[in-house]
């Protein structure tokens, strides 16, 4: 098996249709690259002509004048609201220990090649949903944490009320309110996603803290992609008024609920439950949606938004977080992190 660089055309021509986040494609990528100064590495493993496993890192070399001081690798960049990026494992057999044995060797390139094991060096990668086994990194001294996201199941759902069906009764009952209100929800563009971003800035703000990415990246982020990667949904009353949005984003198996979402009520009900009905019920009957199985909540780890997002009974699906670990790097971590939120 050998591990090879690739180029963005490359990535794109042997990337697999499923089992991937919607921040591997290729042009997710790309613009990826032109928002962090970090360099985008990407690798890829063969055998023989065929990719069996592929990863994205970001490199950032850091200096004084011409003197080296360290470097950060990451997967995803930070600050740019990726969810999850990381390595993908794709054997052309079934068996476990062909799986095993080039998920340690894409394992090994990272630690060895960009040497991510030496005290001067930060590292930290967010796993995909698919990708289960980060035991190389943890045998390599990596810090591996699990975290959490709920994704709804819509396998087999033919229309709304069985997408609903597990939904808590207070949610369906909302959901179900939208059908008498003169509320209404549409797909619109990437002026009204950043209105939702508006939205979201300002939740934010409530809470202390910075966006999880630029306005510009939004924008050329939702241009680079094609139209079926993205839906912008947007509630509006009878006269037009903007209530409230969510950025939907696509990958072939999952749909993501992104960005906004911020509370918002008409006639006592919530918008954004009428937001998430319409959103799913394009998901189970719109004919370009059907490779869709899955409505990621992106995000079960904090307490106070989890008591909402477990109405809609979606599973709980784990993905690892992989990082330095240490004293020094948790001091450099600290310290990282402080200086990318002046930044924001």
Excluded at 107 to 119: K, M, Q, S, Y
Aim: aromatic content about 10%; overall charge negative.
């Amino acid at each position: 098996m050998e591990i090879e660089r690739l180029d963005l055309e490359e990535w794109g021509d042997v990337l697999p249709r499923s089992g991937v986040e919607v921040f591997h494609d290729p042009d997710a990528l790309a613009v990826l690259d032109r928002h962090t100064d970090a360099e985008l590495r990407l690798y890829g493993a063969y055998k023989g002509q065929q990719a069996v496993g592929l990863l994205p890192v970001f490199v950032d070399e850091k200096s004084v004048g011409e003197k080296p001081i360290g470097r950060t690798v990451f997967s995803p960049p930070v600050s740019l609201g990726v969810p999850r990026l990381g390595p993908i494992v794709t054997p052309n057999s079934p068996k476990r220990r062909k799986r095993e044995r080039i998920n340690s060797r894409l394992a090994e390139t990272v630690v060895d090649e960009l040497e991510v094991d030496r005290r001067s060096t930060l590292f930290r990668m967010t796993c995909p949903l698919g990708y289960a086994d980060p035991r190389p990194y943890g045998w390599n001294d990596f810090a591996v944490t699990p975290e959490f996201t709920y994704v709804v199941d819509l396998e087999g759902c033919t229309d709304l009320e069985d997408a609903m069906a597990g939904f808590s009764k207070s949610l369906r009952n909302e959901m179900r309110r939208y059908d008498d209100l003169d509320l209404s929800i549409e797909t619109e563009g990437i002026e009204s996603a950043l209105r939702i971003y508006d939205d979201v800035v300002a939740q934010y703000e409530e809470y202390g803290d910075t966006a999880p990415m630029s306005r510009l990246f939004l924008r050329d982020l939702l241009s680079a992609l094609d139209d079926d990667r993205w839906r912008v949904y947007v509630a509006r009353t009878p006269d037009g008024t903007y209530k409230s949005g969510i950025v939907t984003l696509f990958s072939d198996d999952l749909a993501y609920y992104w960005q906004g979402g911020v509370t918002a009520s008409y006639e006592n009900v919530s918008v954004n439950n009428l937001l998430h009905r319409v959103i799913l019920e394009d998901l189970v009957t719109d004919p370009d949606l059907e490779s869709v199985t899955g409505y990621d909540l992106v995000g079960a780890n904090t307490e106070r938004l989890c008591e909402y997002k477990g109405k809609f009974n979606g599973d709980l699906r784990p993905y690892y977080v992989i990082e330095s670990s240490g004293l020094e790097m948790t001091l450099a971590k600290s310290a990282y992190r402080r200086v990318v939120g002046s930044l924001k």
